[in-house]
């Protein structure tokens, strides 16, 4: 079993930042590759960005250049450093866990088999 659990949500005025953390707990010697999805209301859940454990990363173009996704393998920590944030940004996040070690086999939320609950962001205009 592996549990997955975010922190660092909440509301935020545009261009203002949030770092999101994700602790990883169980059996995390299943996990390889982490991501960071988000889900606004009405619309599909898409990938903000990926990083495999040696430390590759892949982006989705509405956020590169402001958005960084980075782990400590030690401690089993996943984070998302978010700034410049727009109203646009506003959704559901989550804290994903895959058993893949290749960045381009983590694009799609079916490649990963873990999942967090989500914490909320809110960006006011």
């Known amino acids: 079993q592996v549990q997955l659990v975010e922190s660092g949500g909440g509301l935020v005025q545009a261009g203002g930042s949030l770092r999101l953390s994700c602790a990883a707990s169980g059996d995390t010697i299943c996990i390889s590759a982490m991501g960071w999805y988000r889900q606004a209301p009405g619309k599909e859940r898409e990938l903000v960005a990926a990083i495999t454990s040696g430390g590759s990363t892949n982006y989705a173009d509405s956020v590169k250049g402001r958005f960084t996704i980075a782990r400590d393998n030690a401690k089993n920590m996943l984070y998302l450093q978010m700034n410049s944030l727009k109203p646009e940004d506003t959704a559901v996040y989550y804290c994903?866990?895959?058993?893949?070690?290749?960045?381009?086999?983590?694009?799609?939320?079916?490649?990963?088999?873990?999942w967090g609950q989500g914490t909320q962001v809110t960006v006011s205009s």
């Open positions: 994903a866990g895959s058993p893949e070690t290749s960045i381009s086999y983590v694009r799609s939320p079916r490649d990963y088999a873990y």
